[in-house]
Nanobody, 115 residues
Framework: VQLQASGGGLVQAGDSLRLSCAAS??????YGWFRQAPGQDRKFVAA????????EYGDSVKDRLTISRDNAKNMVYLQINSMQPEDTAVYYC???????????WGQGTLVTVSS
């Protein structure tokens, strides 16, 4: 499985941003997004099943995020609304063979939110 995250960049506080993850290879059970802020551990952000029927969000961000999946395009998206400086992080796309168990990781995409 290969994962390619994109869509990061410099945004202003209050803006919205959509990150994309292009997936290729074998079918997996789950896709997820994680983020790692400077000087911090990587943290879970959101997960979605291959079918898109089930989703789960990290407690600190769930009100502003939406994870979605386009099976036809083999894409996974993360929509972030009302961005805040504390959203600044490298965002990683991941995939796994079991629900919320991640075997594959893509490279990160950097998101910087200015106040």
């Amino acid at each position: 499985v290969q994962l390619q995250a994109s869509g990061g960049g410099l945004v202003q506080a209050g803006d919205s941003l959509r990150l994309s993850c292009a997936a290729s290879g074998r079918t997996v059970a789950t896709y997820g997004w994680f983020r790692q802020a400077p000087g911090q551990d990587r943290k879970f952000v959101a997960a979605i099943t291959w079918s898109g029927a089930s989703t789960e969000y990290g407690d600190s961000v769930k009100d502003r995020l939406t994870i979605s999946r386009d099976n036809a395009k083999n894409m996974v998206y993360l929509q972030i609304n009302s961005m805040q400086p504390e959203d600044t992080a490298v965002y990683y796309c991941a995939a796994g063979l079991r629900w919320k168990s991640y075997n594959y990781w893509g490279q990160g995409t950097l998101v910087t939110v200015s106040s």
